[in-house]
């Protein structure tokens, strides 16, 4: 089946359910994305689109990142979408994120980590902070029990329902804290739900809770092929997780690279039109033109361009993620009954 025909087949079956994604597979007629897309690795291949009103008003999503830039870099746009679909949403970083960022001292570096960390979650529309301030990569020595309770503790008090984070399957990933981090955001979200775990939280008032959907992204270091389902339009978000990375000044590509570019080529008497002619519109240029679209393959260790990922579905701008919860197609059975039943 070409790209084309998947699609219009996909659009006409989402309008018919009424349903915000359009699906890759329908009935036994199953697509593997590798076969349409040599760069996904997965099986059947989702499309979610941006929803209209806040249908996820009342719900509460959890964003965990090891490091100040992870999210904004990886999964900005995923997150300002979920946001503006009505999520409550709350930010959790793991590290001190003391081995990377600006600063003539290591307090320095961690107190504008923690900065460029707060900025990020208020662009992106999320409530609150908290930091685990665990040794940057050095995380693999953490005891992972304690970072589950932690986060089994937090999933519990916030009636965490969503996750967005590294994921725990991850090929090739090299960062011990993104490792360490996905590992124990899965095992808290799945224990979270269990009145058998941590029962002492219960004699606090704080209850069960079980997460139900997870985002989870990686990294595509060494041209490793990670597992994709979904596909994310971002495209009414695209200049929020353009900010994002704007406000996180202290690491990451983005920050206040176009304004330096553009003082540089000044210097060699050249110039980019694109930069604009002041340092706010070189940043946000250079971020959303360079950094996550021309460049994207060097400046984010692998990841393709969001615009290119976006127009291979028909969208303008997307991220790749590994979805996880409730089944979005009826079962065998359930097929079997609709197909067979009789009335009696």
Request: proline share 4%; aromatic share 8%.
């Amino acid at each position: 089946m070409k790209r084309k025909d998947f699609l219009q087949t996909g659009l006409t079956t989402g309008a018919l359910l009424g349903s915000p994604v359009y699906l890759s597979s329908l009935g036994d007629n199953k697509i593997k994305p590798e076969d349409e897309d040599p760069d996904l690795f997965g099986n059947e291949l989702v499309v979610e689109k941006m929803q209209k009103g806040q249908p996820h008003k009342g719900k509460v999503l959890a964003v965990i990142q090891p490091h100040s830039d992870d999210i904004s870099l990886f999964a900005g746009g995923t997150v300002a979408k979920l946001i503006k679909e009505g999520y409550t949403g709350y930010l959790i970083r793991t590290s001190n994120d003391e081995k990377a960022g600006r600063g003539s001292t290591r307090g320095e570096v961690i107190v504008n980590n923690e900065k460029s960390n707060e900025a990020v979650a208020e662009v992106l529309g999320l409530e609150k902070t908290y930091d685990f301030y665990n040794r940057n990569h050095q995380m693999d020595e953490v005891n992972i029990q304690d970072l589950k309770g932690r986060l089994i503790f937090l999933f519990r008090m916030l009636k965490v329902d969503t996750v967005v984070s590294y994921d725990p399957w991850a090929h090739y990933e090299e960062n011990p804290d993104h490792y360490i981090t996905a590992r124990a955001v899965e095992a808290a979200r799945w224990m979270a739900g269990s009145s058998r775990n941590y029962p002492e939280h219960f004699d606090a008032g704080v209850e069960p809770n079980s997460v139900s959907e997870m985002y989870y992204f990686a990294r595509y270091q060494n041209k490793s092929r990670q597992y994709i389902n979904r596909i994310v339009d971002i495209s009414e978000v695209i200049d929020t997780k353009v900010r994002a990375n704007m406000v996180n000044t202290t690491q990451g590509p983005g920050g206040h690279a176009g304004s330096r570019l553009r003082r540089r080529l000044s210097e060699e008497g050249k110039k980019l039109p694109i930069l604009g002619e002041d340092d706010e519109t070189a940043n946000f240029n250079y971020i959303k033109h360079i950094m996550l679209d021309m460049d994207s393959m060097r400046l984010r260790w692998g990841t393709p361009s969001d615009k290119k990922v976006g127009e291979k579905y028909g969208l303008e701008w997307a991220e790749r993620i590994h979805y996880v919860g409730p089944a979005s197609q009826p079962t065998k059975l359930d097929q079997y009954i609709e197909e067979n039943a009789v009335s009696v």
